[in-house]
């Protein structure tokens, strides 16, 4: 006589074999069966390395609480997670293993690289919820193949945004400080630019007092070119006048 093989009140067993087309899932059966646990949902955590709109580089610790859906009223939809769910893990794994982690990781990683590529850094930080809500949904679209579920999710967590805000706000402290330091170099200039222009009168006048005083007191030598003699001379005179002025105005 064929023994009864009985699941635990958090298990199934999943039966194959001659007769049957698919999995039979079972809580007991004469069949030999292999049992899986439904409880409790696992913890995977990992780093997504992502890249924004703007092509700015993005590392998102993430955490999902997946595992099989469980209901005390099964519904005619949740027989058929559970059923997928056996298939995924009739092999030699089970739903802590590395078979499913690389499942979950592998979804999560291409939702939300390709969702944080069609956003910029400034996006996903403001609106970090409704991009949570975003990746939550498309990833358990393909976990639904394997009758895997969500339970819980963290793509975009508080430390991060808030480090984020900091940054941003550092940011604009700092542009706003070389803003500030840009217009007080171009207040300098522009002041020393206005007193040069009411200098520059005073140094017109001197050079054309040097040359008048160079064609008055100063007679070209026999056989010299007085335009270039006088142009000499009245440099001369002008450069030793304008020393002096120089002076003087730095001493004001």
């Known amino acids: 006589m064929a023994s009864l093989e009985v699941a635990d009140a958090s298990e199934y067993l999943a039966i194959t074999g001659r007769g049957l087309d698919d999995v039979k899932l079972a809580k007991k059966a004469s069949e030999q069966g292999k049992k899986f646990d439904t409880t409790p949902p696992v913890n995977y955590e990992f780093e997504v390395h992502a890249t924004t709109s703007e092509k700015l580089s993005l590392v998102l610790p993430v955490v999902f609480t997946v595992g099989p859906k469980v209901d005390e009223h099964t519904s005619h939809s949740n027989k058929a997670s559970q059923l997928l769910y056996s298939k995924l893990i009739i092999a030699p794994h ?36 409704a991009f949570e809500q975003a990746v939550l949904e498309k ?15 963290n793509v975009v967590n508080k430390q991060l945004v808030d480090v984020h805000k900091v940054g941003v706000h550092t940011t604009k402290a700092e542009a706003e400080a070389e803003a500030l330091d840009q217009n007080e170099r171009d207040a300098v200039v522009a002041a020393a630019k206005a007193d040069l222009a009411t200098k520059m009168p005073w140094v017109l006048g001197l050079f054309i007092a040097s040359a008048a005083v160079t064609l008055v007191v100063y007679e070209a030598p026999p056989g010299v070119d007085k335009g270039a003699y006088y142009l000499a001379v009245s440099g001369a005179f002008f450069a030793a006048v304008a020393g002096i002025m120089a002076a003087v105005l730095a001493a004001n």
């Open 94 to 129: 089970d739903n802590g293993s590395s078979h499913v982690r690389e499942l979950v990781k592998g979804a999560v990683e291409g939702q939300a690289r390709a969702l944080a590529a069609s956003m910029t850094t400034e996006e996903i930080f403001q609106g970090a919820e």
């Open 139 to 153: 990833v358990q679209l393909e976990l639904d193949r394997f009758g895997l579920f969500i339970y819980s999710a």
